[in-house]
Every structure is written in structure tokens, then in C-alpha cells.
């Protein structure tokens, strides 16, 4: 039942967006109807006499909770390997999407994956989408993510059931691949479909995914450009600009920190920067000029990195200033700070259902707000005070 | 590395800090329900107060002087006066404060007459119980109080100017000639090109000229406004000139817009030599002392017909050139016929210039005639036909001319500005400026301002009048060298600020940016200029990064505390309720309940708020886990914020929170928000009474 995402993702604002609850929902109830969140539908339906409005929500095996990335807090998988690496064949680059169509190609041509679901843009509309590409051809005629915000698991039962993809790559946010750890987390026999495709998690750095009003409120209302003279919008490695590129080759850029006023509600609370659960996390951080950062977590990634770079897709550089890399995950801390905000919120909404909580939620606040007047003044007199 | 676990808002309680309270008698007006002494007392026994003192008149001279004296000798840091109306007497303590060197913060006049006003007959003991915790709850606030630094800024004296039409070349103009340098700026190709054209179109083309060749006027034709960063007094702004981008820096930046008209439509075919707009028509009219019609005009008819969607705030001024249309029409063509056919002819302000012209059209020999709204007059080849309500007949009218209303446009550039700017727009892309009821003129403050056509399309004699009333302000703001901010704006914690953005989107005044810093996120900042104190950052923020001083959660959290504390007398049988009044609608309206002696049931707390948008629902929740019943949120009514919509945003908060409470299995009646009116006593009283009903029927945090 979609109860605990309502109560403890959606209305804490808290949705990732990663689309994975969408997609594995048993009775297809759950939508995306222009909010922040999926919402649920109830579908009218005739049951014995009546014409009712069934909700069909709570029949379910709670596949929604089980694919929820937000309903738990995730440690990161251990490092095994962190590489600079560029682009070699055809298309020489540092760029992280190079390196991840690098990858995926390389992949694709070994036959270790059948195919990809990725974030990419619609080159007609610049509106982010989810794609599959199945070929080398489809890989290399991707943009890739371009942090603007789509749910990447839209395209994951079409990829599954309908092209019966068995070794499926995703490449999205950091939350996609943290989507796909609770999945396989999960003992419930239905989901064992998509358990056992999903084989290559990939994930780029992220502080946060835009809004794709972005395109419309930066891009065409204010710089004055059209969507059809725009050929293709992209981040600057360095991560301080997005580059809208025109067809006559011009380039519009607009200040990170511009985009960054778009960013979706869900990822204010995120910490999970360079793609903790991700068997590849691909970024600019860290990479010497012109390179980028490839972060190799698991066997899986092990093997396709390896692959890449045997065939000559992939070429590794000097070494990965670490200290960058040290650096932002001490800045976990902030946003963890803003995880147990939210937790205490819905601790103290516990502690008001059930009296048990209450000691708990009175020292968690007092812990987090460390303000209490009764904690905090020693001095007021105990003894005269007549009116208790 | 930063400890996630510590908040560490600001420090607890000044330790030394020596508390003060005046209890007034209020010339033994309240002396029937209330012994002071007995209050005194309580206040003794029941906080930390280093002096407390009874004084008949705190606000006469001689107890002004003994308070003043006790601030001295007893070397005290705050001071409460507990006695009557605050807004009467709070500037007067104020000054006091400031005489005995003590900061206008640290002094507050709280009213307890509403004390004496509960139901039932409690006795002396429960009012003095009442009192006292209204003055515990204010110890706590002012324990907290911070005085506000003033923020003092240099004002850069020069201003940009966006539109060169009328009412940009006139305010560039006398800007330059007030010795200010003034940049202007136009989307088009050339100046004095948009718009309705003037009466003397040779008089704006000689403005045109002297604005090229002003020594203090720079004038960019084709260029734009591509970014504005930076505060009033001293903006950096980006220009565009086809691929030039040229940065200046003004004190002032003046939106001086046009309205475009757009060209002539028609569903049927007609004779375009014969049927124009008004627009066209102007240019005729202009054209004609030049070079005068082979075949001058005999039936001239005016339409002021025009579908709801095309008056648009513009009705005033189709009408208005109509009739200057028609006076000059009959100047020029002595013999002819002017019929104006007219369902509603808006003239603008009484008495002005709009009903000079009727009068002179009358004189002229203009024939008006009113068609009914039902039906409207309709142009045939020969004629046209309009049902006269007078006879009683349908009547055709010949015509060599018939002046059909040209609806405006906004100017394209219109939808720039306002993304740039952060000036909202209405439904036909016009420009609102927010404020114009309180300070017509003025988006922000100061430094922005808006005029002319950007508006709602404008005869040129208002344009004038806006242009030097604009002027008139710029001017003065740009002479002032520096100003000065004495409001509590907000305050980022650097090491809290996760740079996720929430903030500058929940703020009303675009205050708030985002600026890149070493590590990978990035960083809150507010302008101070910009900021106006409302607080919906405050709460907006998911780690409480932001803080607002005077209204700190730490101030308000111990003000909850203190509301709780002591369980009062007989009122322990009412529900405990803590009020979050806006200061300017709930906690107003309390004060003037207490001020007119009008009782209300309950055993409320008030805790002021600056305005609504600092309403939290940690606040509301903790206060319902540490035992209150209810908790009520007073705000403005939807459109009346004095921060411009901090009432809507508490509202989807108080929305959000009784969701998630109905979610978590809790009665969400506990927990409410009202809108009222600062002097709305009736609305007070009946919606406290309300709420305490809906809650003797389902006590707080009582499962479903």
C-alpha cells in the first residue's frame, strides 16, 4: 500500500523522482500527474453492486515500499577502484557522458548488456526523458543525463517485459541506483522480473536534478531563445555552467547556481553525492582537466570498466585528487542534518499517535533544537512558585 | 568535519541578564479584577525577575522618570511594562529605553488587561495566574531579543532607463538634466517608435533628438536587459546589444514600457480605406496639416465597441482618444459629421482632463449617441448600423470614416524585465507592481520603479504625470548619497547551508541567491536590501540554516515553554490553546479585544509572530507533545499580507501538516489557521470560541 510513501515520502516533500515505485506498482495506480511526487488514482469499478471508487491500492504486496529509495538510509558501497579516465575511439572527450557512452558501448559490443535505460533529452523538445537504447548506434546517439529531472524507471517494464531485456544497464541520478539496491534487496517473488534484469547500475555526481522549467523560465523566457534554434543543452565539465548550444554554433550559458534555484524539493535532503550505490559513478570532481572521475564500486562495474578500457574506448589518466573527493563527503553531514529534521517530524507525529514515542521525540528535539527553556535555565526558583 | 547532530542555534539565555517588570495599575482601571500587588508577587515567585515594581502611570512623566531611574540603579538589561495597548504606548517606552541606553529591543509594553476579562468569576487569584504567565511568556521572547544592526549603503547616483518611448525619453530627460547619468535602453531599432502616437509627433521627435544628444544620456537602440544583480542603490546590470554585452552599474533602474497596439483584425472584410483604428487615425490626423485631403471626410463615426477581453484595464484610454479624436477631427474638417457611438465612456479620475474633453466634444458639435450593450453597432459597406435607443429605431449611419478601437499589447520586452526583475504579471502580460495601493510608483522599496504603458495602456497626459512623480522619486533616492536598513533580515548559517535551493524559492522578494563556495555545494545568500523580515525562508529551510533575529526558533520555542509551564487555576479546565498571531492581524486583534473589555472563552497563550510566513509546524507540534490542546494560527486575509503572501504560505503549511496528521491516525482539529482582520474583535472572538468547542468535543492527540 502506497500509505507509507504518502505518509513519509510525499508529504515531507522527500520524492526522489527515480519513478521505480511507477513502474513496479502491481495495479498500475500510481501516476505522475505534474506534482513533485507520483499520485495515486482510484479507479471507479464496479464491485458486486455498487460503482464505487475501488482502491485497488490496498490489495497490494506493497511493491511501492519495497522499491522506495527514500524510505531508507543507505551507506556506501565500498570503493574499490577510483580512476581519471577520458574518452578514446571516436569521440575523444573527459566528459562524463562520453565516458559513460564509452562504457555502455564498450558493454553493448561485448554482448554484457542487451540494453540501457538512461536519462536523456528529447533533441525536439529539450524535455528530459527516459530511453532505451539497445544498439551501439542508440547508445552513441544519446546525450545522456543532463540534470534535469525525469523519472528514469518510466521506461522499465517496456524494457523488461515487452523487449525481455535480461542484462539491463541504468544510467540516472545517484537515487536511481539506490532504487535498484532496495530492489534487490526485496525477498518478494514478483519482483524477481526485475531483479534479476537490472545488472549495471550507473550513476552520475549529483547535487540535485532541475526542474525542467528550467528550459522554459531561464532558457526561452529570459536569454529570449526559441526551443527549435537550441540543439542541445549540456553542463560544462567543470560543473560551473549549463551550455545551451544553438544550431549556428553559438553557446548561451547560464551560472550553475541560476539552475541550482530549480532544483527539485526531493533532493534537498539527498547526501548521497557521488553515486554511493552505484556499480559506476561518473563525475568531474576530483579529474584533472579534461578528464573525468570514474569511481568503480563493485564486481560488476570491475568488469565493464575493464572492458572499456581493453577496447580501447577508455583510456585512464593521473592519478584522482582525493582530497576533493574527502571534501564533499564531510559535506554529507549538512544534509544528513536535514534528514533527521525530517525524521524528527515524523517522530514527533508518531510520539502524538502513540504516547510510548513521546520521551524519544522530546529528546530527539531537544537534542537537534538543543534550545528547551526547562533544560537550559538551572536558575529559575522551584520553590515558591504557587501556581502548580 | 561538521557534527550532523548539533544545531546550535543561537546561545540559550544571556545568563546575566537582569530582567525588569513594571506592572501597571492603569489609574486603578483594572484594579476591579486585578490586584496588582498580588501579581507582583506571582511574577516574584514564579521567574527569575530582578526588579519588579507597581507603577500607576508608566507612561506619565513621573513614572517615566522612576523607570528610568530603576533602569540606572538597578542596572537592568530588559524590561517588560506589563499594563495596556502596546501600539499606543510602545514607541514612548521605546524612547525611554533608548534615554536610559538601553537598545529599543530590549524594552517591550505588553498588554494583561484581557486577563481580567475570563468567563468565569476565577477571583483575583486566576487573573493575577493569567497575568503573570503573559508576562513569563514575554521574559522568555525578550531573554532572546537581539537588537537589530542598522545596514548602512552607498547609493550610486545614475539609473537606467528600459523604453525609449514617451515615457522613457521624458524620464531619462529630466533625470539628465537633473545632473544624474542615465542609461536607456530600447528593444527596438529606434526610439519613439511604439506606442500610441502623440498628439505632436513633432514634439517627440525633437525629445528624441535632444535624448541623443544629451551629454549625460547614453541611449542603446536594439539593446536588452540580460541580467540585474546587486541591490537598490547599486545594481550591475547586463546589457545586450546584438552579440555586445556591455555592464554598467546604476543606483536605480526605471521600467518606463510602453503599450504596443496591435494591428487591425477583422473576421469580415471591410474597406480598410475607410474603416481604421484609432491608431491609424492618429496618424492621419497628424498628417493632414501637411498635407491636406484631396477629399476631406464628411461622416466621421467612432466605435467604442470592444469585447471584454480587449478592455483589459484599457477602456479609459480607447475612450480618451476617441474624443480627441473627434475634437481635433471637427477642427480640422469644420463640415464634417462626428458621431461617437458608445456604451461606457471611462474618462479617468473626476474632474480631470478626461471630462474637459467631453465637455469640449460636446461644445464642438461631436454627436454621442449610447448604443445598448445587446446590441452593438455593426459596420456594413455603406454604413453603419446601430439600434438607437432613444427612438426606438435602427438607424444607418454613412460614414468616410469609421474609428474601430486598436486593443494594446504588452511589449515583448515586457516578459524579460519581469523574469529579471521579479515583478509579477497580470493575464495580459502587463506588469503589476504590487505595492501600488500602499506606495503607487514603487516595486521594491526603493530602486526599482515602474511607469507609463508598462502598467496598462495610458493617454500621454498620465504618462506625463507618472513620468515626473517617477522622476521626482528617483531623483531623491539617488540624491540621498547612502541609506540605511533598520529591519531584521535573514541570516544564513554557512555551516548548515546545504545550497538545495528551497529557500530562494520560498522567498516573496527574490531576495535570496545562490553562490558557488569551494566544496561541491553551494551557498545561501541573502541582500539584505531585498530582504524583508518575513521569515518564510526560516521555515522553508530543511536544516535551519536560516534565522531571522528577533524571531529566532529558540525565542519562540521558549515561548511555548513558558505558555506551558504553569497550569493556571481554574482555566485548567479550558483547553490549554497557544495562538500564533500575526502582529498585524491576530495578535492586533487580541490586543484590541483587551483594549475594548470584550471576553472570549479559553485558556489562551499568544505568541506574536512577524507574519504568518514564520509559522512553523515543528512549533505547533511541539507544542501539542509538551501538552498544549490546540494550537491556532492567526494570519491576514488572502491578499492583505504586509510581506506580500506570507498567509498563503502558512496556509499550505497548516494544509500539509493536518494531512500528515490525519495520515499519522491524529485528529487534525487541534490544529488551525484562520484569517482575520487586525480590528476584526467579532471574528476573534467567535473563532476562539470555535475552536475551543471543537475541542471540549475531542481532546488533542487523541487517536481517530
Known sequence: ?388 | MIDPMLFPVAPPMIPQARMGVIICRCGGKMEEALDPYLLSERVRACSNASYVAVEAFPCGKGGQERIHRAIQSEGLDRVVVAGCAPRLVGALFQRLAVRSGLDEAYIQAIDIRESCLIPEPGGPAVVADLAARKISIEMARLGRAKPVEPLTYPIRPSALVAGGNLAGLVTATSLANAGLPVYLIEAASALGQAGMPSQSMAALAALVEAVKHHGRITSLTNAHLDGLSGRPGDYRVQIRQGNRVIEEQVGAVVVALDAHPRPFHSNQWVDRERVRTQVEFAIELETVPLVPALIPPRHIVFLLSFTEAERGGSARVYSRTALRQAIRARELWPGAQVTLLYQDLELGEKFGEGENELMQARATGVSLLRYQPARPPVIREKTVDVFDPHTGEERALAYDRAVVVAPFDREPEADRLATILGIPQDAQGFLIDPRRRLRPGRVTDDGIYLLGGAHKPQVEDEILLQAATVTARVKRFLRQGAFQVKIATARVDANRCTGCGDCTRACPESAIRLVPRESVLSLSQVEPTRCTGCGACVVACPVRAMGLPGWEDDSLLAQIEASLQAPVGIAQRQPRIIVFGCEWSGQAAAELAGVRGVSYPGNLSMIRLNCSARFDPYHALWALLNGADGVLMLACPPGECHYGHGNRLARNRMAALQQQMQEYGIDPSCVRLEFIQGDDIEKFTQVVADFVSALQKQPAGMAL
Open chain 1, 1 to 388: 500500500m502506497v500509505k507509507r510513501l504518502e505518509a513519509e515520502v510525499w508529504s515531507q516533500n522527500n520524492c526522489a523522482g527515480c519513478g521505480l515505485c511507477v513502474a513496479v506498482c502491481s495495479k498500475q495506480v500510481l501516476r505522475w500527474d505534474g506534482e513533485d511526487h507520483p499520485v495515486l488514482e482510484k479507479r471507479p469499478k464496479v464491485v458486486g453492486f455498487t460503482k464505487g471508487n475501488l482502491d485497488s491500492c490496498s490489495f497490494c504486496q506493497k511493491f511501492c515500499e519495497e522499491a522506495c529509495p527514500r524510505l531508507e538510509r543507505w551507506s556506501p558501497l565500498e570503493t574499490q577502484a577510483t580512476l581519471s579516465v577520458k574518452a578514446r575511439g571516436p569521440v575523444k572527450s573527459g566528459a562524463p557522458n562520453d565516458i559513460i557512452r564509452a562504457i555502455l558501448t564498450a558493454g553493448r559490443s561485448a554482448g554484457l548488456i542487451d540494453g540501457v535505460a538512461m536519462l536523456d533529452l528529447d533533441p525536439w523538445t529539450l524535455e528530459p526523458l527516459a530511453r532505451i537504447a539497445t544498439t551501439v548506434e542508440d547508445i552513441v546517439d544519446t546525450v545522456g543525463p543532463q540534470y534535469l529531472w525525469a523519472p528514469v524507471f518510466d521506461v522499465l517494464n517496456e524494457a523488461v517485459f515487452r523487449w525481455k531485456m535480461e542484462n539491463l544497464a541504468v544510467v540516472g541520478a545517484p537515487c536511481a541506483s539506490e532504487a535498484i539496491r532496495k530492489l534487490r534487496d526485496s525477498t518478494n517473488p514478483r519482483l524477481k522480473p526485475y531483479q534479476s534484469s537490472l545488472r549495471l547500475r550507473i550513476s552520475i555526481f549529483c547535487t540535485g536534478m532541475y526542474q525542467p522549467e528550467l528550459v522554459d523560465e531561464v532558457l526561452i523566457r529570459r536569454m529570449g531563445l526559441h526551443r527549435d534554434q537550441i540543439k542541445r543543452l549540456e553542463v560544462s565539465p567543470d560543473r560551473k555552467w549549463l551550455h545551451a548550444v544553438l544550431w549556428d554554433g553559438s553557446k548561451h550559458s547560464i551560472p550553475r547556481q541560476l539552475a541550482e534555484e530549480y532544483t527539485r524539493p526531493g533532493c534537498a535532503t539527498c547526501n548521497d553525492y557521488l553515486g554511493d550505490s552505484a556499480d559506476l559513478a561518473v563525475g568531474t570532481l576530483g579529474a584533472p582537466e579534461g578528464a573525468s572521475t570514474l569511481i568503480v564500486r563493485s564486481q560488476a562495474g570491475d568488469v565493464f570498466a575493464r572492458n572499456a578500457i581493453q577496447m580501447n574506448l577508455l583510456e585512464t589518466g593521473p592519478a584522482v585528487d582525493q582530497e576533493a573527493l574527502t571534501a564533499s563527503r564531510q559535506e554529507k553531514g549538512r544534509r544528513a542534518a536535514a534528514q533527521d529534521l525530517m525524521d524528527l517530524k515524523l517522530l514527533m507525529l508518531d510520539a502524538l499517535a502513540d504516547p510510548l514515542q513521546h520521551n524519544e521525540a522530546v529528546r530527539q528535539f531537544i537534542r537537534l533544537y538543543r534550545t528547551p527553556a526547562r533544560v537550559n535555565e538551572p536558575d529559575r526558583p522551584q520553590n515558591g512558585c504557587t501556581g502548580c
